[in-house]
């Protein structure tokens, strides 16, 4: 059974820095494309990055030159360390394997930057 567990979430001070992990089981991870997501309150969900199978990875414009996507695929694990943060990045943090399946979603884990 195919799971996806985010967790590395906290309240941060703006500036600060926060690294997220996204946990895979099964044969999900093995080179395919992952990405992270992230649904602010109120708000839609949105694609924060992407990272292929050989380590290649794309950012939003809102984030990039503070977010970095990285993987291990020994561990199955994929990270997000965000840096410079600010109270705009407050969301739920999701991750997700291309094509982004529904029943993929896991509980995500919620990143609070306060000002």
């Known amino acids: 059974q195919v799971q996806l567990v985010e967790s590395g979430g906290g309240l941060v001070q703006a500036g600060g820095s926060l690294r997220l992990s996204c946990a895979a089981s099964?044969?999900?991870?093995?080179?395919?494309?992952m990405g992270w997501f992230r649904q602010a309150p109120g708000k839609g969900r949105e694609l924060v990055g992407g990272?292929?199978?050989?380590?290649?990875?794309k950012y939003a414009d809102s984030v990039k030159g503070r977010f970095t996507i990285s993987r291990d695929n020994a561990k199955n694990t994929m990270y997000l360390q965000m840096n410079s943060l600010k109270p705009e990045d407050t969301a739920v943090y999701y991750c997700?394997?291309?094509?982004?399946?529904?029943?993929?979603w896991g509980k995500g884990t919620l990143v609070t930057v306060s000002s």
């Open positions: 099964g044969s999900i991870f093995s080179g395919k494309t």
């Open positions: 997700n394997v291309e094509p982004w399946r529904e029943d993929y």
């Open positions: 990272i292929t199978g050989g380590g290649k990875s």
